[in-house]
């Protein structure tokens, strides 16, 4: 009977022992194994909306400031090779801004001869950003001229260089720039514009390279009269360093 009441008290005992091992285990939550959840097989979605990167993405340049939007190859001269000339600019929806022209000798070896820096300009010409190649002084020698920007008026407004043979580059020449819309007439070696001042007055100028001097040789003014229904039209022409009026008429209006 002694026997059985000591193992029956040792038995106790153990389960007992077990039974406190047991529950400290449940109790402390680190001694808790979690086991990893595992990677999505490769034929298994993933929502990559869910995906969120802290990692900065540095901005990249836009296309247009790293290259030419236009390039034009053009012989300035029948002594000189062929130049190629680089336009710099961007893209805005239907509207164009230049702000550079690179001018080479030879592209080919990045023979850089000349860069012509201005303020942006803005026009809605995607093939030539409004630059023209062209001999507008009358020497021989093609220069060069880029529209500013495109007004509601129709006067367009250019920036002009001419070529300068003597230093073999193009030189920044502020007093074309009153020209507007000009047209260059080649065979009669002058420079042809208009200019609207409002709905009812209009002028036509045209001028030449006197002394190596621009100089306007004739003007013709229009000014509408609606109740009437005809354009009064003045004609002035240089005459011994004057601007005199030569001929004044009514022209029906059509």
């Known amino acids: 009977m002694k026997i059985n009441k000591r193992i029956s008290i040792g038995l106790s005992i153990v389960f007992i022992t077990i039974f406190c091992a047991g529950c400290s285990e449940n109790a402390n939550p680190q001694s808790q194994v979690i086991e990893p959840k595992t990677q999505p097989a490769n034929n298994e979605q993933v929502d990559e909306t869910k995906v969120i990167s802290t990692q900065q993405t540095p901005e990249k340049p836009s296309k247009s400031s790293?290259?030419?939007?236009?390039?034009?190859?053009?012989?300035?001269?029948?002594?000189?090779?062929?130049?190629?000339?680089?336009?710099?600019?961007?893209?805005k929806d239907t509207i164009y801004s230049?702000?550079?022209?690179?001018?080479?000798?030879?592209?080919?070896?990045?023979e850089k001869l000349q860069e012509l820096?201005?303020?942006?300009?803005?026009?809605?010409?995607?093939?030539?950003?409004?630059?023209?190649?062209?001999?507008?002084?009358?020497?021989?020698?093609?220069?060069?001229?880029?529209?500013?920007?495109l007004p509601a008026t129709g006067n367009v407004p250019y920036y002009y260089w001419l070529w300068d043979k003597e230093e073999s580059k193009y030189i920044k020449n502020t007093e074309l720039e009153k020209i507007t819309s000009p047209v260059i007439d080649a065979k009669g070696k002058s420079i042809k514009s208009n200019f609207k001042e409002n709905a009812a007055t209009y002028?036509?100028?045209?001028?030449?390279?006197?002394?190596?001097?621009?100089?306007?040789?004739?003007e013709t003014e229009r000014i509408a009269d609606l109740e009437k229904k005809v354009w009064h039209v003045t004609i002035k022409e240089l005459i011994e360093n004057e601007m005199?009026?030569?001929?004044?008429?009514?022209?029906?209006?059509k």
């Open 66 to 91: 790293v290259e030419p939007l236009v390039v034009l190859r053009d012989k300035i001269h029948p002594s000189l090779p062929e130049y190629t000339f680089k336009v710099y600019g961007q893209k």
């Open 244 to 253: 005199k009026v030569i001929k004044k008429y009514d022209e029906e209006i």
């Open 98 to 110: 230049a702000s550079k022209i690179e001018i080479y000798k030879d592209a080919k070896k990045n």
């Open 117 to 149: 820096v201005f303020s942006d300009t803005s026009t809605p010409d995607g093939t030539q950003l409004g630059i023209v190649i062209e001999d507008m002084n009358f020497d021989g020698y093609k220069d060069i001229r880029i529209q500013q920007f």
């Open 203 to 218: 002028y036509d100028y045209e001028y030449k390279y006197i002394s190596s001097k621009l100089t306007l040789i004739r």
